[in-house]
């Protein structure tokens, strides 16, 4: 699989990552399964958080003899100071590892939350720390709001973003642009969710096929090729699929075409995007 620099801190990363939540509920043998699945494709980005169920309980034993050779990225909802440092530790203990190589604040989502991150005993104070202390290599975040993500740019020189890179929502609102602009210029590492996503669930559409996603992924191998590259094309380093295994299976399958979209492929894309229901922004 191809790999990608991530932003200015040099290191490499494989175009689709394994997002932790597709091991939450399975058994051991299966998260076993998935995750030496992964591997053999070439994926080297692992990323899991504490609000992902029982994803770091099944990581910690799949990835055990594993961790030099795979980036592992890890996330924290807490925004004090105690908090954040209390999640850090029961995710290093769970995770087996003495370090995460990105330690992110997870889903910001609103202005307050900024304020709390980095009021006295915020949790910016805990993402300092562990990157000094040796228990991060880098540090970032990851948001749903374009208001806070850029707030949170200004406030601190962080490593890497996370944030939703969607053909659909691009192409309804330019929901991202914004913030896929600013961390270009900033040389920040850009970490894609929700490339494949299609739509908000239809009314009266079979979601039992995809129970852990809120939203209609997009399941067509050509339309979701599209949607990866489109991602790609914007200077992504690596994209997460939604939290289903055979989402991840068809990321996998895709990730041997990460050409740039022509114009007439754009094209296509912004024409598809009017019959389609964008999930952000909210």
Same mark, same amino acid.
């Given at each position: 699989?191809?790999?990608?620099?991530?932003?200015?801190?040099?290191?490499?990363?494989?175009?689709?990552?394994?997002?932790?939540?597709?091991?939450?509920?399975?058994?051991?043998?299966?998260?076993?399964?998935?995750?030496?699945?992964?591997?053999?494709?070439?994926?080297?980005?692992?990323? +899991?958080?504490?609000?992902?169920?029982?994803?770091?309980? /099944? !990581?910690g034993? $799949?990835? &055990?003899?594993?961790?030099?050779? #795979?980036?592992l990225?890890?996330?924290?909802?807490?925004?004090?100071?105690?908090?954040?440092?209390?999640?850090?530790?029961?995710?290093?203990?769970?995770?087996?590892?003495d370090?995460?190589?990105?330690y992110?604040?997870?889903?910001?989502?609103?202005?307050?939350?900024?304020?709390?991150?980095?009021?006295?005993?915020?949790?910016?104070e805990?993402?300092?720390?562990?990157?000094?202390?040796?228990?991060a290599?880098?540090?970032?975040?990851?948001?749903?709001?374009?208001?806070?993500a850029?707030?949170?740019?200004?406030?601190?020189?962080?490593?890497?973003v996370?944030?939703?890179?969607?053909? +659909?929502?691009?192409?309804?609102?330019?929901?991202?642009? /914004? !913030?896929v602009? $600013?961390? &270009?210029?900033?040389?920040?590492? #850009?970490?894609?969710?929700?490339?494949?996503?299609?739509?908000?669930?239809?009314?009266?559409?079979?979601?039992?096929?995809?129970?852990?996603?809120?939203?209609?992924?997009e399941?067509?191998?050509?339309?979701?090729?599209?949607?990866?590259?489109?991602?790609?094309?914007?200077?992504?380093?690596?994209?997460?699929?939604?939290?289903?295994?055979?989402?991840?299976?068809?990321?996998?399958?895709?990730?041997?075409?990460?050409?740039?979209l022509?114009?007439?492929?754009?094209?296509?894309?912004?024409?598809?995007?009017?019959?389609?229901v964008?999930?952000?922004?909210?």
């Amino acid at each position: 699989m191809e790999t990608r620099t991530l932003g200015r801190t040099g290191m490499k990363l494989s175009v689709i990552g394994f997002g932790g939540i597709v091991a939450a509920g399975k058994t051991q043998a299966e998260a076993d399964k998935l995750v030496n699945f992964a591997l053999d494709s070439g994926v080297t980005y692992f990323d +899991v958080a504490p609000t992902y169920g029982d994803s770091e309980e /099944r !990581l910690g034993p $799949a990835l &055990r003899g594993k961790r030099e050779a #795979i980036f592992l990225a890890c996330k924290t909802t807490e925004r004090t100071r105690d908090g954040a440092q209390r999640e850090l530790e029961r995710s290093l203990r769970r995770l087996h590892t003495d370090h995460f190589d990105v330690y992110q604040l997870h889903g910001v989502t609103s202005m307050q939350e900024v304020e709390t991150i980095f009021a006295p005993n915020g949790a910016i104070e805990t993402i300092q720390r562990a990157k000094t202390e040796g228990k991060a290599r880098l540090v970032g975040f990851s948001a749903h709001s374009e208001e806070a993500a850029l707030a949170l740019l200004e406030r601190y020189q962080f490593d890497t973003v996370m944030f939703p890179v969607n053909w +659909v929502c691009w192409s309804d609102t330019e929901f991202g642009a /914004r !913030l896929v602009r $600013a961390a &270009r210029e900033r040389g920040m590492g #850009i970490l894609a969710i929700k490339a494949m996503a299609r739509q908000k669930w239809p009314e009266n559409s079979r979601r039992d096929e995809y129970p852990a996603c809120w939203y209609q992924p997009e399941d067509d191998p050509p339309v979701a090729s599209l949607g990866l590259r489109f991602a790609w094309s914007e200077g992504i380093t690596a994209c997460i699929p939604p939290g289903d295994a055979k989402m991840l299976h068809l990321a996998i399958r895709l990730a041997d075409n990460t050409a740039p979209l022509s114009e007439d492929e754009r094209a296509y894309l912004k024409r598809k995007a009017q019959s389609y229901v964008p999930i952000f922004p909210q």
